[in-house]
């Protein structure tokens, strides 16, 4: 379903069970970052009704995320650290097509946070099947479900308001560009690491 091309090494698992804070730290930035992402789509876009709505719907869903990953930090008597610098998505955005009309660059936002969300998707699948940790294995299943509902948004509004942009030829030129990067991660306990 995701379109991924390069599934994530299930020993990945082990590194990231060498340091669960790091792991969860990581994550909670994530959802940060995601519910910020979200809002920043809504006040660039704050005439599309339709796509506001939904925006703001991700973003209260990822701040709930991050409500539950601190609470899992502090029941597991570990610190939320400092926010973490996020290298794949720093990749990712340097791809992002910068010119083009505001509908343009809007799916290429859109098509930007589908990838991130599809990615941390297949990564939270591989943390449920293979962490020991029976509580995170289904805090991590429960998660998957829910990011691939945000991928599937971000995609499908994507290609509502493509302008002059041919969305499935571009989502498969993001996926190509994804795997060629992704091969560099995979080897830090976090979440795209």
Known sequence: MLGLKL????????????????ILTDHAW?????????????????????????????????LEHLQMV?????????????????????ELFKFMKKDGSRKDALCERLLFSAMIEARSCERFKVLSENIQDPELAKFYRDLMVSEAGHYTTFLGFAKKYADNVDVDKRWQEWIA????????????ETVHG
Not at 32 to 54: C, F, G, H, R, W
Not at 177 to 188: C, D, F, L, R, V
């Open 7 to 22: 599934a994530t090494d299930p020993k990945w698992v082990t590194i990231v069970e060498t340091n669960i804070e790091e």
């Open 30 to 62: 994530c959802e940060q970052k995601a519910a910020s992402n979200a809002i920043s789509i809504v006040t660039y876009n704050s005439e599309l009704e339709e796509l506001v709505t939904e925006m703001l719907v991700i973003a209260r869903e990822e």
């Open 70 to 90: 601190h609470d899992l930090i502090k029941s597991k008597g570990l610190t939320l650290g400092r926010e973490r610098k996020d290298n794949y998505v720093n």
């Open 177 to 188: 560009y994804e795997t060629s990067i992704i091969t560099n991660y995979g080897k830090q």
